[in-house]
């Protein structure tokens, strides 16, 4: 089973596209801060969460545990979001947090055993709420107004506002 949550208008076949709002038409609609998703432990392959997770508010850490109950071992979570330092998310007023790639390491317990074993101290929060996604893949779509010459490196696009314009990160469920 494949899930697409908060899909909006953007629907996609072969998933079981949820929102929120009854205008779009979602196959499920509930409230994904609150609502406990329609399915049994370890049933979903993949979901996919474009433009969603940083519309958030209180209910993310509610909605990162329902997505990790529902998931299989090794299901994929595709994530697209607004890059925080980019005008576009502050003159969003929907979107409710940053979502970046340092605070998503923060779900995986494998990355919590490390930080602590090296002596920093960091937020357990894959312990905490009882979760541990991996990061597998990540990158970022540059904004098409900033110019990016070949003698720039990453240092250019992590100085400046406005260079990246989306993050798309890949998280897989870790269940032994």
């Known amino acids: 089973m494949n899930l697409n949550i908060g899909c909006g208008y953007n629907k996609i076949y072969g998933c079981a596209n949820i929102d929120w709002d009854p205008n779009c038409n979602p196959d499920i609609l509930l409230d994904l801060e609150k609502d406990v998703l329609p399915f049994e432990d370890n049933s979903v392959d993949s979901v996919i969460a474009y433009h969603i997770l940083d519309r958030l508010g209180d209910g ?78 990540m990158s970022y779509i540059l904004d098409p107004n900033f110019k990016i010459t070949e003698d720039d490196d990453d240092s250019v696009l992590t100085s400046q506002n406005n260079t990246r314009i989306q993050t798309n990160i890949k998280l897989v469920a870790v269940k032994l």
């Not at 545990?65 to 502050?90: M, Q, S, W």
């Not at 790639?101 to 930080?115: I, V």
């Not at 929060?125 to 979760?131: E, G, K, S």
Request: proline residues 3%.
């Open 60 to 137: 993310f850490f509610h909605t990162m545990k329902e997505l990790y109950r529902v998931c299989k071992n090794g299901a994929t979570i595709d994530i697209a979001v607004t890059y925080p330092r980019h005008d576009n998310f502050y003159a969003d007023p929907t979107i409710k947090r940053g979502i970046t790639l340092e605070g998503m390491w923060l779900l995986s317990k494998k990355y919590s055993d490390s930080a602590s074993e090296k002596g920093f101290k960091t937020k357990s929060l894959a312990y905490f709420h009882d979760i541990d996604f991996e990061i597998i893949d």
